[in-house]
């Protein structure tokens, strides 16, 4: 059993952390013009097929919508929640619900899970999807984005955040452990990455 509710409840202290460290908001962390860089990577259907597994047209698509979703907001963090069952889910989704349990019940069970599903039933049934490797590279933006908010000199700008995400992500590959990266590791990083 995926603990997704207990991830999402740290990478929201995360996010806040980050808010507090850089003076600023969520918005200013992870707006849409921060976000979209990196949900379009993940979604390019080379880099779905190659680093994610995901292939075929019709599974791409799902997996575009899924990621959307997840993005959607600065405190989406890359999870989906749902008020309602994976059926509710499977619309927005435009797919039926045994196909969409089958694709995630596929995808939990990879060594490097493209997403994790938590399920609640009873009266008030709730479904809750993560897309773990968007909430790593999420939560890497926002504490690089605290960084250049805060003011500090002599780090990486937004311009080589975007870029040195948007690389690794094409590419399969996690968010590095430092957030506070210097233009000559970033670029290093960078040509590092385009030779994988």
Do not use: Y
Not at 24 to 33: E, H, K, N, S, V
Not at 132 to 145: G, I
């Amino acid at each position: 059993m995926a603990h997704v509710r207990q991830s999402r409840d740290e990478a929201l202290a995360r996010l806040r952390s980050a808010q507090r460290f850089g003076g600023c908001t969520r918005a200013a962390l992870l707006g849409g013009a921060v976000r979209a860089p990196l949900l379009a990577a993940m979604i390019d259907p080379e880099t779905a097929r190659r680093c994610f597994g995901i292939r075929g047209t019709d599974l791409q698509k799902r997996w575009a919508r899924l990621v959307g979703l997840a993005g959607a907001r600065p405190a989406s963090l890359g999870f989906v929640q749902v008020d309602g069952t994976l059926g509710l889910l499977g619309k927005q989704l435009h797919t039926d619900q045994a196909t969409l349990s089958r694709n995630l019940r596929t995808w939990e069970r990879r060594d490097r899970p493209p997403a994790l599903v938590e399920a609640t039933r009873g009266k008030k049934p709730t479904v809750l999807v993560q897309i773990p490797s968007l909430t790593a590279w999420l939560l890497w933006v926002a504490d690089a984005q605290a960084i250049v908010h805060r003011g500090h000199q002599g780090f990486i700008c937004t311009d080589t955040i975007r870029q040195v995400a948007v690389t690794l992500i094409s590419r399969g590959l996690r968010p590095p452990p430092e957030k506070a990266l210097l233009p000559l590791d970033a670029q290093r990083m960078i040509r590092l990455a385009e030779k994988v």
